[in-house]
């Protein structure tokens, strides 16, 4: 299909661990999204990468998340350090230009259980 | 700062009735809006989107109309079946961003 693919769907793991989310968008879109979705949190943003500009952070909830984009296209979403709290689905996005006011299509998810 | 409401949070209905979905939102220079559909441990699927040029916009049995002076957009789906059984929720852009709404669930009974 030419959907947003996201690996694994499922993840579980222990606290303290490292993981690795990966999403991969759809050819020829410059512009990719990250976002969670926690019970009780809704959908929340956590980073905006377009083309070879610097990314826009500004969502990530601690110093232990981070991202990359390779190639501006296949991102990897990385959590160190679980914690329990990091429990949810995150979710990748890509649209075809910049910017939110472009639609967005979003992939199937990976969720995460940090036990 | 840019706020999404959807009311009610959960709807049922019988199979055959119309569907309306609330969308509020302050942001009356709103760029567009854009509604999602998300079955239970599934992504977001995009069902609508609509410009702030446009008053409404429609695919099949849904339609989605936008009043950017009253911060509303209502989604309808008519003649509801168990299918449309999901969580739809609306969205508008924030910058480099999406704020969402808490989404409304909807049942639709056989």
């Known amino acids: 299909g030419a959907g947003v693919s996201q690996s694994p769907s499922n993840k579980v793991t222990e606290k303290g661990k490292d993981v690795e989310l990966r999403c991969d968008p759809i050819s020829g879109h410059t512009a990719l999204y990250w976002y969670r979705q926690s019970l009780g949190q809704g959908l929340e943003f956590l980073i905006y990468?377009?083309?070879?500009?610097?990314?826009?952070k500004s969502g990530l909830p601690s110093d232990r998340f981070s991202a990359e984009r390779t190639g501006g296209s296949v991102s990897t979403l990385t959590i160190q350090r679980t914690q329990q709290e990091d429990s949810a689905v995150y979710l990748c996005?890509?649209?075809?230009?910049?910017?939110?006011?472009?639609?967005?299509?979003f992939g199937p998810g990976t969720r995460l259980t940090v036990l | 700062k840019q706020e999404v409401t959807q009311i009610p949070a959960a709807l049922s209905v019988p199979e055959g009735e119309n569907l309306v979905l609330n969308c509020s939102f302050t942001?009356?220079?709103?760029?567009?809006l854009q509604w999602f559909r998300q079955d239970p441990g599934k992504g977001l699927t995009s069902l609508l989107l609509?410009?702030?040029?446009?008053r409404e916009q429609t695919s099949g049995r849904l339609n989605a109309s936008l009043d950017k002076s009253s911060g509303r957009s209502t989604l309808y789906i008519a003649a509801s079946q168990p299918g449309d059984s999901a969580t739809y929720l609306c969205a508008e852009p924030a910058g480099n961003k999406l704020t969402f709404g808490g989404g409304t669930r909807v049942l639709v009974k056989p």
């Open positions: 609509i410009q702030s040029s446009q």
């Open positions: 990468f377009q083309g070879n500009s610097a990314p826009d």
């Open positions: 996005a890509s649209s075809l230009t910049s910017g939110g006011a472009e639609e967005q299509f």
């Open positions: 942001d009356s220079a709103i760029y567009n």
